[in-house]
């Protein structure tokens, strides 16, 4: 009957092994999206902030530095590498500079309206003085390496108008050299800008388009090949995830490594150190599965902090290899230890059930794997594992000592353990030090140096660097449009005065209907226009009806429809405007991302005066530091409720105040002396923090409840220390080598596991009743 139960068992965990897998390999999907691990926002800024990190436009910029080979062989790579890209489906615009990088279809659009788009237009852009003005500087331009294009454009353009739209659309920085391109101040790069098709932070399609501008770059087969310098927030986001990956694998090869060694040198069977990994794997596989049920996808940072989360499930099969006698079965060894084991699983899992209820998709589902992972591993160590280990084959005698004596001193001690965590926290305290990290800049793993040329090529280029922002609000683009017009003069005054270096708005590209009505009032009519121009050419070597396109132009212009949004449809310069004026919950909003902004309370104040609700000034990297508190404090919250619901739990399986309480002290002990010492160097805590105290939770409670395990007999308490023993250095391990890291997230998580686990290990074992060979019950 017994051998039928076996069999049985062990057929439903290879069935459900197999269904986990199918669902695993054949339907789950792995995403990237990091917005799902942020809340959704409570104001306008904050939503705002989480649509332009999905779908902004300006989010989607990546730019381009080519560098170390000589200037025309950069300018030609520049433009051939423009011209592949624009060709490619993962780009919907390349500029670097050139008129001839350009959709033909948006030149003609800015050329067909350029009285209407043109910033110059107004009643004294066609005096007879400036138009002989005018026309001295096409002939100078005429005999300088772009004269081909301007003697094309000339007659119908002698005023440059097209050139004055395109240095608008273009940014800020004069390009060098003959064909337009653009270069660094001192011509050592050649820059581009171009904006991907894909979200900014959908993460593989952006890798995607990184692999393939690197492909173009060799695929040129330029001598010498430049270098290539990309950058942008895609970019960084693309490199943090390769370096916390590489990072990652390195340290785990080793940590497995160091683990495997260990339990060798412990167990001495490459058997039991096979079947340590069974319960883990199957709670991993269980999690993934129960996570695409119920999701339907599984995050990448789910995946990797919810394996970190539940790592307390290899303490389980540790638990049954130690606590087994000579020559006991393995059924016989766990049926002692599992009514604490349960208890253990059940109140750390019940921790982790809070998270499913936080309200962030990423958070539930970090809840959901931690509840079904550690549920899963617990069972196959309960049910399975026992079945699979031959009797008598886990006798171990490491360390070769009693370790009972080493419980004994700490149990002396334990106030001295008490008064040193105290004597840190009041440190710490008078120290001032901030407890909580406010500045997600601290957590990336880009370099500072890597931040700051990505801010040197933003203003090479005049890409906008969306930090501090305007933010109008209107029934309709029209109303948004016109409050722009009326906030430039104030900015240029800011700009002038050092306040910020520069500014960008919709109105820059598309003028209001009201703005191109007045052009179109400042165009003279044909004939005035004609004798104008008659005064003007006087002296200059110009035949006569050389601008009578000019004139015809001027006229049409004067009656045209004013260009609306809906003009730009389908061509590249609708996405410029695009990530400026858009709609939102049915209401217009209108950007303005300022540059350089030196001294934020006076902007403030400036916006204050304007006593217009329409207007807003927003710092992005505020709103964005105040979302992820918010995060954090919804979090907390839930593992509040959490550790609520563990504390009823103990108390009822423990069936005495006293008991728990010896249970909970080292976990209390372990969490404030783990983020005493964090704070003791300088390392604020983040939510990657907060990940990693979950796991010490979890440790301190399986630490807790079998060092106070009622057992009456000095020999399995002396199984019980060495399990733990062997529990706590095999963690400590793992963590110690990821805690060697220099990505602030794996340090994060390395460094307060390590510091936490030892210190559950020292408070658990100092306050533990189980120090004599007969204990009464409390």
Not at 520 to 528: C, E, H, T
Not at 597 to 604: G, I, N, P, Q, Y
Not at 655 to 662: E, H, I, P, W
Not at 683 to 693: D, I, K
Request: hydrophobic content about 50%.
């Amino acid at each position: 009957m017994i051998a039928v139960r076996a069999r049985l068992v062990l057929l439903l965990w290879l069935a459900w092994v197999v269904t986990a897998v199918w669902i695993v390999l054949a339907h789950t999907r792995v995403t990237s999206e990091l917005t799902e691990f942020l809340p959704p926002g409570e104001d306008p800024s904050e939503q705002l902030l989480l649509e332009q990190v999905r779908e902004g436009a300006t989010a989607r910029i990546i730019l381009l530095a080519l560098y170390d080979a000589p200037h025309e062989v950069l300018a030609h790579t520049s433009a051939s590498l423009a011209q592949a890209l624009r060709d490619s489906e993962l780009f919907t615009q390349v500029n670097n500079g050139a008129l001839s990088s350009w959709p033909a279809r948006d030149r003609q659009l800015l050329f067909e309206h350029r009285y209407l788009l043109s910033p110059h237009i107004t009643d004294s852009r066609f005096t007879t003085e400036v138009l002989h003005a005018s026309l001295q500087e096409r002939l100078h331009t005429l005999v300088s390496p772009l004269g081909m294009l301007e003697k094309r454009l000339l007659p119908r353009d002698p005023t440059g108008e097209l050139q004055n739209i395109l240095q608008v659309w273009a940014g800020t920085q004069t390009p060098v050299g003959a064909s337009g391109i653009w270069f660094s101040t001192d011509g050592s790069k050649a820059l581009l800008m171009v904006q991907t098709r894909a979200p900014a932070f959908a993460l593989n399609a952006q890798a995607a388009a990184l692999a393939r501008i690197k492909q173009e770059v060799a695929r040129l087969g330029e001598k010498p090949t430049p270098k290539l310098l990309l950058s942008g927030p895609a970019v960084f986001a693309v490199e943090a995830r390769e370096t916390i990956r590489s990072e990652l694998a390195l340290l785990s090869t080793l940590a497995v490594a160091s683990l495997a060694l260990f339990l060798l040198v412990v167990y001495r069977s490459p058997l039991l150190l096979l079947l340590t990994a069974v319960p883990l794997a199957t709670g991993v596989l269980t999690a993934i599965a129960c996570v695409r049920l119920a999701f339907g996808s599984i995050h990448g940072i789910t995946l990797a902090f919810g394996v970190t989360v539940i790592g307390v499930a290899v303490d389980y099969p540790i638990h049954l290899f130690s606590h087994a006698h000579a020559g006991e079965p393995s059924t016989r060894a766990f049926a002692r230890i599992w009514p604490t084991l349960r208890l253990g699983v059940l109140t750390t899992a019940l921790g982790y059930t809070a998270m499913v209820f936080a309200g962030f998709p990423g958070v539930s589902q970090l809840g959901v794997f931690a509840v079904a992972g550690l549920l899963g591993a617990a069972a196959v160590t309960r049910w399975v594992l026992p079945l699979l280990v031959p009797a008598g084959s886990h006798t171990s005698q490491w360390p070769g000592f009693s370790l009972s004596a080493l419980t004994a001193s700490l149990h002396r001690w334990r106030w001295l353990l008490l008064f040193v965590l105290a004597a840190g926290i009041t440190y710490v305290v008078s120290e001032h030090r901030p407890l909580w990290e406010t500045d997600l800049a601290t957590l990336s793993p880009i370099p500072a140096q890597r931040r700051a040329l990505d801010q040197e090529l933003r203003a090479a280029v005049g890409a906008p660097d969306v930090r501090q922002l305007l933010i109008i609000t209107g029934d309709d683009a029209e109303q948004v449009l016109q409050r722009s017009e009326s906030l430039a003069p104030a900015l240029h005054d800011l700009a002038h005065r050092n306040v910020l270096a520069g500014y960008d708005a919709a109105s820059r590209y598309l003028p209001s209907v009201q703005t191109q009505r007045d052009r179109q009032a400042a165009l003279p009519s044909a004939d005035v226009l004609e004798t104008r121009l008659r005064d003007a050419m006087r002296g200059l070597p110009f035949r006569q009806g050389l601008f009578a396109p000019f004139i015809a132009d001027v006229t049409a212009a004067k009656g045209s429809k004013p260009l609306t949004l809906a003009d730009f449809r389908d061509t590249a310069l609708e996405l410029r405007l695009q990530a400026l004026l858009f709609t939102q919950r049915g209401r217009w909003v209108g950007l303005i991302p300022l540059r350089g902004v030196t001294d934020d309370a006076k902007l403030r104040a400036w916006v204050t005066e304007l006593n217009d609700s329409r207007v807003r000034y927003v710092d992005l990297k505020q709103t964005a530091n105040r979302l992820v508190n918010l995060y954090r404090d919804k979090a907390l919250l839930s593992l509040t409720w959490g550790a609520g619901a563990i504390v009823f739990v103990l108390w009822l399986g423990l069936g005495s105040l006293r008991g728990m309480l010896r249970v909970l002290l080292p976990i209390a002990v372990a969490v404030t002396g783990a983020v005493t010492v964090l704070l003791a160097v300088a390392q604020p805590l983040s939510m990657f923090h907060l990940v990693a105290l979950l796991l010490v939770v979890g440790v301190g409670l399986d630490y807790g409840l079998f060092f106070n395990r009622i057992t009456g007999d000095g020999s399995e308490f002396e199984q019980t220390v060495r399990a733990l023993a062997v529990c706590a250095i095999s963690t400590t391990l793992v963590f110690g080598l990821l805690s060697l890291s220099q990505t602030p997230v794996l340090h994060a998580i390395g460094s307060t596991v390590t510091v936490g686990v030892v210190l559950c290990f020292l408070s658990a074992a100092a306050f533990a009743r189980n120090l004599a060979p007969t204990t009464a019950r409390v």
